[in-house]
């Protein structure tokens, strides 16, 4: 038998990994061996459905089996259509998050033989057990909730060598099953309740298969990594002494967060991901949530002394909120520096408790993919148009703007919260945003400080954001940028080199700052002016600045070109090659 089993990913990303078809392959393949021939389809949404249908078709399947979830439901069903039209003699079934929701939806029989809900490894080997004995999959194996209790038993599909890892890419990572949680609007919380974990023996294995093969970045599927602390520590550990040059994107719960916990996490290069959603006790626990500011507050505060990298999650449209709560519990998440804040509208996912308390709760949503709330007895739809409009703010201004360390800092300055700020930028967003953000938020943040006719301190602000945009990225960059060219004397400018245009003195800005003065209007009275273009360069670890002379610079920004200027004297080249400036090519 020929099997084909199809996953359909948003894009092409570092997290399009098809590790669900891929354990299911890899569960096939140890009860089958070479009785079944197994392979894996990657589609993605850019593609047409006619397209992904024939890529199917070109491997003459007898069976196919399709991963279906929200972002793909339509596209799955579509490319189903096409390959029963073509193929009316093949096998089609479905699996994956969607088909678990509603198992028994009409949309599942029109095209599908059948549909395999749930925890689909043991169950997919059952039915082709009986396919190849010419039996129909009867409906308790089917529709079984049971969950698989020993994840033991299932094959790695990256240690069969089902799924090869990527050099320089990103994976996924699955290290446990199940939620203890039982949050109204997730999916995860109609699943077991009891939390399963891979054996540590395999988890062992595959973080030295990942960091043999040069894995960039870890993404950890678990829900709650840290609920139990003990196995959260344990793994830790493992990911500490095996996994070295691997960066591990974490989900965790803040309130389970403690001190030694806090140190676990610097010992491995990751990023924790939080699920606040909001700061309000009282919309959360209209969705089944527990909320305590003070302790929420007083964990994260653990892992920002650590210093360990940390981002929320905000959820707008939520029941009971309102465009002025989540206003505030925008305020409250950006108070407590995240380095990234994700904000997202509601989702009323099928086969969530949500999904059946939604009317009831006065919400009105989409009842097709994506399942968006469109508005509430408490948030209107303009609120929630507002609402996108300030989400897409933060995720440019704070996200990719890389506004960590000066955002707390300006808006004090400024005497402003961190929503009205917001506010006032999505108020004048363009539709059309650049890829490069450091130029438009120095021109907007130099516009709320000439407002209040302060215009050094503008001018100031707009070196600071040129500090930490342009010179200090240098020095946090794990890598640095692709080499400039090579002139014909085999020079070229250090990677880790920029020009960066400053009003004041760049050395005493990075002095000031680290003494701690964070006063914008004194910091434009005691560091110099200088209105220059600056050199910026990383070298043995330090950040350096340099003002070259016209002639120094016409040379420096020349060595990218097919004709390099004049070297201006050969001191300033031993110079500039001692000090790190330029580097020689190789």
Known sequence: MKLVLVAIHIDTSSRAVSLGTATLAAAVDQAFGEEIDTTLVDCTLQQSAADCTAQILNHAPDAVGLSVTVWNRDLAL????????????????????????????????????????????????????????????????????????????????????????????????????????????????????????????????????????????????????????????????????????????????AELVDAELAERFTTIDCSLQIGLQSADAAVLKLINRDFDREEFSDKVLLLHEAGVSYGFDLIYGLPGDSLEGFLASLDFALSLQPNHLDIFPLAVLPGTRLAETATGLGLEYQRHNPYRVLCSTTFSSDDMTQAARIAAACDFFYNRGRAVPWFALVLENLDLLPSEFLTRFADTMPESLPVDPVAMQQRFISEQFLQLQQPEVAALAVDLLAYFGYAQTLCEDSQPREPGKTSRSGLQLSPAACFVSFCHDPQQLQEHLAAGITDLEELAFFVARVDAEHLCWRFAGELNFYRPSPAETRYLKSLASAAPAPEPTADFVAEALAAGILCRKG
């Open 78 to 253: 579509d490319i189903a259509r096409r390959l029963k039209a073509a193929r009316p003699q093949l096998r089609l079934f479905a699996g994956g998050p969607e088909v678990t929701a509603d198992p028994r939806q009409p949309a599942w029989v029109e095209d599908l033989d059948f549909v395999l809900p749930g925890e689909g490894e043991n169950k997919l080997v059952q039915v082709l057990h009986g396919l190849l004995r010419g039996q129909a999959p009867a409906d308790e194996t089917l529709f079984s909730t049971a969950a698989i209790a020993d994840l033991g038993q299932l094959p790695s599909p990256y240690l069969s060598g089902t799924l090869q890892p990527v050099r320089n890419g990103g994976t996924l990572w699955e290290l446990s099953r199940g939620c203890p949680y039982r949050c109204d609007f997730c999916f995860e919380s109609r699943g077991s309740t009891l939390v399963r974990r891979f054996p540590l023996q395999r988890v062992q294995a595959e973080l030295e298969l990942f960091a043999a093969c040069g894995v960039s970045e870890v993404f950890v599927l678990d829900p709650t990594f840290n609920y139990h602390k003990q196995s959260a520590k344990e793994l830790l550990n493992l990911m500490a002494k095996y996994g070295q040059g691997l960066r591990f994107s974490l989900e965790i719960r």
